[in-house]
């Protein structure tokens, strides 16, 4: 099965920045009043494709499969997402590892803070 690659009127900007104390961010964000929306124990698979990034998110608050490429954009990144499917059907993950090769997996410990309509993540 291959993507038809259509834009969806998704945007996305991406900063990203290395802590050497996150507590101090955390702190600020407490300040800010962000909302702790919780830690999300997160295992990606990329698969092969032709154009941009395939990939199933498995975790205990995110859920998705997402097709995707990104973008330097003046120093951020900029996202073009082909298709972003919240809480997939099994048939759907079943359908990527049918036509699709597993590539790589990760692993990592997210926690995820709102604030206002700005989603960050602290990854570890």
Known sequence: ???TFAHL??????IKARLVNSKNVVKK???L????????????HYFETDKGKLKWREGTIEN??????????????RTIVYQYDINPSQDQIDDLF??????????????????NNIKIHLDK
Do not use: C, W
């Open 33 to 44: 009043k962000a909302e702790f929306i919780g830690k999300d124990l997160q295992t990606d």
């Open 98 to 115: 049918l036509n699709h090769k597993v590539i790589g997996i990760t692993k990592k410990e997210r926690r995820i803070y709102q604030l």
């Open 9 to 14: 009127p998704y945007k996305d900007f991406t």
């Open 64 to 77: 998705l499969i997402t097709h995707y490429e990104r973008f330097d954009d003046s120093g951020m990144e």
């Open 1 to 3: 099965m291959k993507p």
């Open 29 to 31: 964000l407490a300040a």
